[in-house]
């Protein structure tokens, strides 16, 4: 069977925030690892939980290490976010966005997310919402229920992480796909902030505002 001639080798992942006007406290946390496995989360504290994205950040990271072998399987991400639910049990809440490679050869993405932070799917041809099943629930109500998505990446596609900060000001995908495109001609890593910048309006962020994108690296096969 003759090589595919393009075969993905690697994650670009870059991710940026920012605060709200006139606050120096930023509510929103995001995490971006390569090992064990690529994986990235955005996390969105509700009221004045500055600390409660960061704790469940961390403790994300945790899960994700102490249980790699099932970071391919949707039912344990189901079962984190209840434990990150308990983590923040009593306290400030949060919402989460997450998702993992498990192999990056395979072009498989898995995540899942609790609250009103979005994945979009950014394209050639458009872009859509991934996370179309409503998940109001956020981490520390006690009742989070995490939903769940799956999707195999393909040349060109970019995978968005945004907390509602960063998308509610766009009032279209098409303007959300304009301002993640028009980075391209620059560098990848220039695309969180392109969003962020096309969302922030002249006398600044209304919220707090996070964004993540992600793209698999392609290369010739026979190439080093």
């Known amino acids: 069977m003759p090589s595919k001639p393009f075969s993905p080798h690697a994650i670009e992942c870059y991710g940026a925030t920012r605060s709200q006007a006139g606050h120096k406290a930023n509510e929103d946390a995001f995490v971006i690892e390569h090992d064990p496995v690529p994986y990235a989360a955005v996390f969105d504290g509700a009221g004045n939980a500055e600390q409660a994205a960061k704790h469940v950040a961390r403790f994300f990271k945790t899960l994700i290490k102490d249980q790699i072998a099932r970071v391919g399987d949707p039912g344990a ?17 949060s919402t989460f966005i997450g998702m993992a490679v498990p192999d990056v050869e395979a072009s498989q993405l898995v995540g899942a997310y609790a609250g009103n932070s979005r994945a979009y799917l950014v394209g050639e041809t458009g872009a859509k919402l991934i996370t179309v099943e ?6 520390g109500s006690g009742n ?25 000001p766009f009032g279209s995908m098409h303007l959300l796909r304009k301002a993640t495109m028009s980075a391209l001609s620059r560098h990848f ?24 994108a992600l793209r698999l ?8």
């Not at 991400?77 to 809440?93: F, N, P, T």
């Not at 409503?134 to 981490?139: A, F, I, K, V, Y």
């Not at 969180?192 to 600044?204: E, F, K, S, V, W």
């Not at 690296?217 to 080093?224: A, C």
């Open 77 to 93: 991400w189901e079962g984190w976010v209840r434990l990150m639910d308990s983590q923040l049990m009593g306290g400030a809440q």
């Open 134 to 139: 409503s998940s109001p629930r956020r981490l």
């Open 144 to 168: 989070a229920q995490g939903k769940t998505f799956s999707l195999e990446l393909r040349p060109y596609d970019i995978l968005l992480l945004m907390s509602d900060g960063a998308w509610v």
């Open 189 to 212: 890593s220039d695309v969180p902030q392109a969003i962020l910048d096309a969302a922030t309006p002249p006398d600044g962020p209304p919220d707090d505002m996070t964004a993540i």
């Open 217 to 224: 690296r392609y290369r010739v096969s026979g190439e080093s």
